[in-house]
């Protein structure tokens, strides 16, 4: 009986442990965000609605810089601090655009296994939505899925 209870009591340490450290499910770098369906990649345009999908060139380039929270900014590989972001334009659904960032929500959630398989990028913890393409447009709905694949560069 005694031995359960310990047993019990370490298997609740390790609960409140793994909810206490959040995990990443991708590493700090630059990557290829591409659409597991049509195999374009995560582009960010220019405008309030520029959020979209094109094929991969160095311009589709994105580095992921986790924060420390079990979030991480997707920010343009271009070096002017400009992030993947919800667009501050109420339409339905939502879009993402580029932004400087911390101008608007702009920290994403990756959601599943690393190693090259489909993740789902969620805007929060998936509260504000999950990132999908409507056509060529980035969109947020708030069911999403394992659509984007991580292709690490370098």
Known sequence: MRIRSIL???ASAVAVLALATPSQAADDGAYFIRDAR????LAGGEGPLGGHVEP???????EIRNQGNGLA???EARGEGRCLALSPIRI???????????????????????????????LGRGELGYLTTEGNRAVLLPDGGSQWVLQRLG
Not at 56 to 62: A, Q
Not at 92 to 100: E, N, S
């Open 8 to 10: 019990s009591l370490a």
């Open 38 to 41: 049509s195999g374009q990649c």
């Open 56 to 62: 991969c060139n160095p311009g589709t380039v994105w």
């Open 73 to 75: 900014r997707i920010v």
């Open 92 to 122: 339905y659904p939502p879009v993402v655009r580029v932004d400087r960032c911390g101008n608007q929500p702009d920290e994403w959630s990756i959601q599943g296994p690393d190693g090259g398989a489909p993740v789902a990028i969620a």
